[in-house]
């Protein structure tokens, strides 16, 4: 039986949100009573660029929600609360998982490492400008070293 069609409002966008937060999926979240299809969450997440951020947000706090139940699922097991090593290994191992997609700046395994690349020629010309500067301001101070001025009422040079 189709699904009856929900208006979007704000309220509602509130709500899936606070499911996803809450560590439910958007499929199970279209099938709570009153609640959009998944092809109309995705319609709305594709042309409401607010509802999109909300959304991400939402995804984030989820990863962070998933992360905290596998630090519980490994510490249930190292208190023996949990005896079933594979299980909670593979609980652990899909949780991993899935954090590293919704959250991928905290919890995903690529780091991104942003570099300034510069010309090594363009630093070697810096550098020699900087010598070649240094050179004539010592050159100068000598050249005022050498310099001879007379004063002209006692007759005397220095």
Known sequence: MPKKPVKKTQDLLNKICQHIVEGKSLRSISKMEGMPTVQAVMKWLNNDEQFYKQYQIARENQGD???????????????????????????????????????????????????????????????????????????????????????????KTS
Request: charged share 35%.
């Open 65 to 155: 929600l998933y992360g905290e139940m596998i630090n519980d699922i490994a510490l249930d097991l190292i208190n023996g609360k949990r005896t079933d090593f594979q299980n909670c290994r593979v609980a652990i191992d899909s949780l991993k998982w899935t954090v590293s997609k919704m959250s991928s700046k905290r919890w995903g395994d690529r780091q991104q490492i942003d570099v300034n690349q510069t010309n090594y020629v363009d630093e070697l010309n810096k550098v020699q400008d900087v010598i070649k500067k240094r050179i004539e301001e010592k050159n100068l101070e000598k050249s005022r070293d050498n310099v001879v001025v007379i004063d002209k009422k006692m007759g």
